[in-house]
């Protein structure tokens, strides 16, 4: 095969002894193309498409009409943006979001990294085997003006540049109300230009961090591509440099920020695509920085241009949800063995009951104490059996007591006296753990939604500014491990409120551990949630406040129940709290001097009177 390959290769063609395409060797980008794509490096193309050396080289020369010229830079206003063009390159090199800000709120979101020469752009191998780059090209524009306003109906921007003996043009169409960009690229003539290969349609710079903690940001970032259905993604955690090629016909690529997202959707089939992200810095520190790329390998346009679909703009979930290409698969919603539940959780509880709420309740804060409000009233049923199964055990408590002492050296007949004795009485021993079971996958679901909800963001309710970040209310001057800088104010009384329900919630003990567990746990969850979404914590706090009250509630409702079954009215203290022992209260007790009846566990009824 080898001796073959050497016997057939064509013949290298003798340049011409002043070649007029090393006068632009400075001027072209002489990279690679991404690796993944069908686009040949620098110089592992021979002169192709059927031209004389001598004639490809004079064309190629014309490329100096096109890298030289002056930037013209155009402004595109539409109700939901604000963006620049610059005719070198026809591309986008800013553009700010109008309904969004900063974290600061005043300073609008950027969506391209300004400190590049342009986000867009497209790169193709010319028959010499340069790799050009569309960035440094010079257009001509069909806009004259500096500000073209979109108003009414879409508007174009049309770009030119004429290509040894060939046309690129690239135009732009604006559509108001939308975040949605078209981009159409036509070339003419494209053989005098490029190669068969094609072209790559690159956007390359990530979005600009929006928020306070750049650091928890970054968690969040990545770029995405969906091919076969399925979404691959790159996110810098661990690694500084990552790189993912595709194959075949992609669906789209993007690059996203924990709120925005920039995404290309190619109308006509694609060769592969290839995402990489680059990290440099530590994390917290002044240079860090995360910068992403994404590619779309074309072939030749043949049958009129091909067409593209921009998105640049907010997570929004209705929004992007109407292209039904799957965009919404980019938001992390846990690792897979609980994201098969948080997710349709999310998208189909969450955002569409937080959505119907908005839509005539003032302020999210109040939506999210209505949804926790309702959650509570769904859950109300379970809620109700599970305290009954509660009060039921505590009756069973003292012949649980007798038999852990009758055959304590016997843990296997123990175990079978347990199960005789609950069948008999009918109780269920894990009957009171279903509703607090099932309130965890909702608290891990929303603990995963609240902080990346585009939709409560910047939302604020009471002394919280933004429901989807922290509410501090106190900074401390220095940082404790795994609790932060700060005192959060929702998770400090969702802390209190857990307290006062554990205490509601317990039985009469003189265990010490039980009554340590009460305090320990909320000071756990106090310790975890502090730097959580206050949105998060101010729904666990109504959840706590309203299960006190249905405690409250069920356990005179049993008391009641114990009244009429007994026929004789229940203590102040049964109306509070069912008896931990299960019986009735003797009138002996209320009456000095009578005869006391009492059974020890296993042994005969004694008789004593009281001193």
Known sequence: MFLWLWFMAPPQPVAPAEDPATLLEDSLSAEPAAAGGDMPASGAIQSGEGLPAAEAAAQEATLDAALAGDARFITVETDMYRAVFSTKGATLTSLTLKEYKKFDQETPVQMVDTTGAGALSVAFTTPQSHVVNSRDLYFDASYEGDTLRVS????????ETG?????????????????????????????AFSTREGYELIWE???PFTEKDPNEEAKAAGAYARSGGEVENIVLRKEDFQEAPLSGLVDWTAIKTRYFATVMIPSSSTR?????????????????????????????PE????????????????????????????????????????????????????????????GYGFVIIVFAILIKLVLYPLTKSSYKSMARMRELQPKM??????????????????????????????????????????????WLFLPQSIEIRQQG?????????????????????????FVAGFTLLMGISMVVQMRIQAAPSSNPQMKMFTYLMPVMIFAIFNRFASGLSLYYLVYNVVTAVQQKIINRHIAAAQEEENGKPASKNQRKQPSARGKKPSPLLSRPGKAKSTRRPGGPRTTGRRK
Request: aromatic share 14%; net charge negative.
């Open 401 to 446: 007591e007798a038999i852990k002492e009758k055959h304590g050296d016997n843990p296997q007949k123990q175990q079978q006296e347990m199960m005789k004795m609950y069948k008999e009485t009918g109780v269920n021993p894990v009957g009171s753990c279903l509703p607090m079971l099932l309130q965890y996958p909702i608290i891990i679901a929303l």
């Open 152 to 159: 009414g109906d879409a508007a174009e921007l049309h770009f």
């Open 272 to 300: 592969g695509a290839e995402i990489a992200g680059e990290q440099t810095g530590e994390p917290g520190s002044a240079d860090f920085r995360q910068q992403y790329d994404m590619r779309l390998f074309m072939s030749r």
């Open 163 to 191: 290509i040894q003996g060939g046309v690129l043009r690239q135009t732009y169409t604006f559509y108001p109300g939308e975040y949605e960009i078209g981009l159409r690229v036509a070339q003419e003539n494209a053989a």
């Open 461 to 485: 309710f009471l002394w919280a500014n933004d429901l989807s970040a922290p509410d501090a209310i106190l900074q401390l001057p220095f940082t404790i491990p795994f609790y932060g800088d």
């Open 303 to 362: 049958d009129g241009p091909h067409e593209f679909r921009l998105y640049v703009g907010p997570m929004e979930f209705y929004r992007i949800g109407d292209y039904d290409l799957g965009l919404y698969d980019m938001v992390d919603y846990g690792w897979d063995f609980v994201e098969w539940l948080t997710r349709p959780l999310a998208r189909l509880v969450f955002i569409p009951a937080f959505t119907f709420l908005a839509s005539f309740i003032p």
């Open 205 to 207: 710079g990530g979005i």
